[in-house]
């Protein structure tokens, strides 16, 4: 009896390890955290801090990217021999003489990136920042800036960073309700989105893009508040019914509603990153209530956890490969929303929360798998053991 008993169990952990090893395969999904230092809020400071506790900030936090809205040379310096990944991004203002000679984005990248690549790991530009909605009459540099600036590395011999732009959702999609049925605004898209895809298509870039549940939440009273907070309540869902899709987050429904979009484009397949995202933990509007550190915490660890999950997103089951939290520090005057992960002192603002991009930090998708086997061993073991007892 115990050694039939033995030969079945090690049988079933047999099965069990090869699911397992099954389950942990590398195409897993998997996402890159980030998060964005934003110069207009560390103008806020009388002080801003130094650009090596910004580094040592981001480091003792686990995160593996760090998004520049500002690419300040000594910020780029304080990551020198550093395994954070950052993401740079050039002035809207500098867009124009980008667009008009080659020369100008060769001086930017002499100043920006040459003295600290590959030391530094500098994996992306973004030329400008939401440029249609922040400087539109800007919009017709756009492309001949971004590609000025992917020739001058070229010519400088530097083919590992990418080059795109950012844009915001709220001002480049129409629709994200359903998402199979989102387009791109007419406006820009002959002139400068369809264009950008296939220069995106061309150089293996990625399509870079703002995406913040909390401000379509506002917009569209209808969304229940647990949507966006990956809340997952038994009605807490929406259905795509042109396509079947159940959505449990507001967060896929608008990665979603951009590849869509994309897909129309004629450009399906480009890579998405979400170059900010995140949830307000203040707000001195009286109006936004849900503007709070609770929800904000939820949002944040709902998001995590979630990219960790390895479940991608109904449409891109890889999922984004990288994610930046919106963003680093708060604002040290008491006027606005507050986005930060960190009290203007640098302390966490909330404590149990792991930025890393690990999937060991959080329970992931098959931590529930892994623990059913672990108290299977426990058991097995026990009962093998009480077995052997009786037939004493």
């Known amino acids: 009896m115990a050694s039939h008993f033995s030969l079945s169990a090690i049988s079933l952990l047999t099965l069990l390890s090869l699911l397992l090893t099954a389950t942990a395969s590398p195409d897993t999904a998997s996402t890159v955290i980030g998060a964005t230092y934003s110069a207009s809020t560390a103008a806020t400071y009388p002080t801003p801090p130094t650009p090596e506790r910004v580094a040592s900030a981001v480091s003792s936090l686990g995160l593996s990217s760090l998004r520049l809205d500002v690419s300040d040379p000594g910020l780029v ?9 950052l993401l740079l991004t050039i002035p809207n203002a500098l867009v124009p003489p980008l667009a008009s000679n080659r020369s100008n984005a060769m001086r ?3 100043a920006h990136v040459v003295p600290f690549f590959p030391r530094t790991k500098i994996a992306a530009i973004s030329v400008g920042n939401d440029v249609l909605e922040s400087t539109p009459e800007f919009s017709q540099f756009l492309l001949p800036a971004i590609q000025n ?6 010519d400088l011999g530097i083919r590992k960073i990418a080059v795109s732009t950012t844009f915001s959702f709220v001002n480049v999609v129409t629709t994200p309700f359903p ?8 406006a820009p898209l002959e002139t400068v989105i369809r264009p950008l895809l296939q220069f995106l298509r061309d150089t293996n870039s990625s399509f870079f893009i703002n995406v913040y549940p909390y401000n379509l939440y506002r917009l569209r009273s209808e969304i229940p508040i647990g949507f966006p907070l990956f809340q997952e309540h038994p009605f807490s ?6 396509t079947g899709v159940r959505y449990r987050n507001l967060f896929d429904m608008m990665v979603d509603a951009v590849i869509s979009a994309m897909a129309v484009a004629g450009h399906e397949n480009i890579p998405l990153i979400v170059t900010e995202t995140g949830w307000p ?4 509007d009286p109006r936004e209530a849900d503007a709070n550190p609770v929800y904000a915490e939820l949002y944040i ?15 891109r ?8 939290i919106y963003e680093l520090i708060d604002k040290q005057v008491r006027q606005g929303r507050n986005w930060g992960i960190l009290f203007p002192n640098m302390t966490k603002k909330y404590k149990s929360i792991d930025y890393s991009s690990g999937s060991d930090s959080v329970l992931g998708g098959f931590g529930f798998l892994k623990m059913v086997v672990g108290q299977f061993l426990v058991f097995a073991f026990l009962l093998r053991g009480n077995a052997a007892i009786s037939l004493l």
């Open 149 to 154: 600036v992917h020739l001058a590395l070229l």
């Open 77 to 85: 310096r304080a990551f020198l021999y550093s395994n954070t990944t």
């Open 108 to 110: 930017w990248l002499y």
């Open 301 to 315: 660890k709902g998001l995590l956890g979630h990219l960790r999950s390895g479940r991608g997103t109904p449409l």
């Open 179 to 186: 998402p199979s049925a989102a387009q791109f605004q007419d």
């Open 317 to 324: 089951k890889e999922g984004v490969p990288l994610v930046y």
């Open 281 to 284: 933990s203040s707000s001195t």
């Open 237 to 242: 869902f929406r259905d795509d019914m042109a």
